[in-house]
């Protein structure tokens, strides 16, 4: 109960989301945390805030969420206070073979186990979750507890002092600014979309991953040229291509490593 109260007084001001996080972290005993968002208007999941078990607060790496992945469209089926786990996925058959393989391959070179997701939030626009890690395969009596204690973490979000998640947000942009790896070396049409591109630029590049014309994408997508143009000049901006060309052939070879993985991945299982 001392980690929901922390909990609690952390979402009316008195300490940042990562303390918060740190306490679940140890009672669940996980390895890494993730407060996530869901939002019309984004292909991928935002990160609102992220804990990591080595230093209790924003990790060197950059801590990937598996949540999407994981449940794709039945998100929205879940319910506040829901959890779901990685291992029930698997054994409901929410995921395909091939796609089952290549999250638990990355998983594994990641040192995850298990990941745990619930569901603390939902509105007609948004979704919130909170997403757990952990190395080992946790307990029946773990994973009843970490049930148990899912409602009550969903309603004590529910009652948050309103901005806390939009502090915590801006904090992991700026964090991520300062400590982001060159974006040459970050994947552009990944599914945790780390260089942070909208909707409409995840769209553009997937039709120039097809090496067509920036007017063959704007008659695909029925807009005008220049606005194929101006989502371009931002895409190169955020993968620190200079170029249609050279975008063209990042995402090619992006796309003969994700084949070569699932390959490898397939050998293995």
């Known amino acids: 109960m001392d980690v929901v109260a922390d909990w609690v007084s952390v979402l009316r001001g008195k300490g940042s989301l990562c303390k918060g996080l740190s306490g679940f972290m140890r009672l669940f005993d996980a390895d890494g945390a993730l407060l996530l968002r869901k939002s019309s208007d984004r292909v991928s999941l935002r990160q609102i805030a992220v804990c990591d078990v080595h230093d209790h607060k924003f990790p060197a790496v950059p801590r990937r969420s598996y949540a999407q992945q994981m449940l794709n469209d039945h998100l929205s089926d879940l319910s506040n206070g829901a959890l779901v786990t990685l291992s029930e996925c698997e054994r409901e058959g929410l995921l395909s073979r091939d796609a089952m393989i290549t999250l638990r391959t990355q998983l594994s070179a990641n040192g995850i ?25 946790p307990s029946s009596r773990a994973l009843e507890m970490i049930a148990a204690l899912a409602p009550t973490i969903a309603k004590t979000w529910s009652d948050r002092l309103p901005g806390t998640a939009e502090r915590a947000a801006g904090q992991v942009r700026v964090h991520r600014m300062q400590e982001m790896a060159d974006p040459a070396s970050l994947p552009i049409l990944d599914a945790a979309n780390p260089l942070g591109l909208t909707r409409s630029e995840f769209r553009v590049c997937t039709l120039v991953r097809e090496g067509i014309t920036v007017r063959e994408i704007a008659r695909k997508l029925a807009v005008q040229e220049a606005t194929v143009r101006s989502h371009l000049r931002s895409v190169f901006m955020k993968t620190g291509t200079s170029c249609h060309v050279e975008l063209l052939h990042r995402l090619a070879l992006e796309a003969t490593r994700s084949i070569e993985q699932v390959e490898v991945a397939r050998k293995l299982a």
């Open 113 to 137: 186990r298990e990941v745990c997701v619930i569901r603390l939030c939902n509105s007609k626009h948004q979704a919130d979750l909170l997403e757990l890690h952990l190395a080992h395969s």
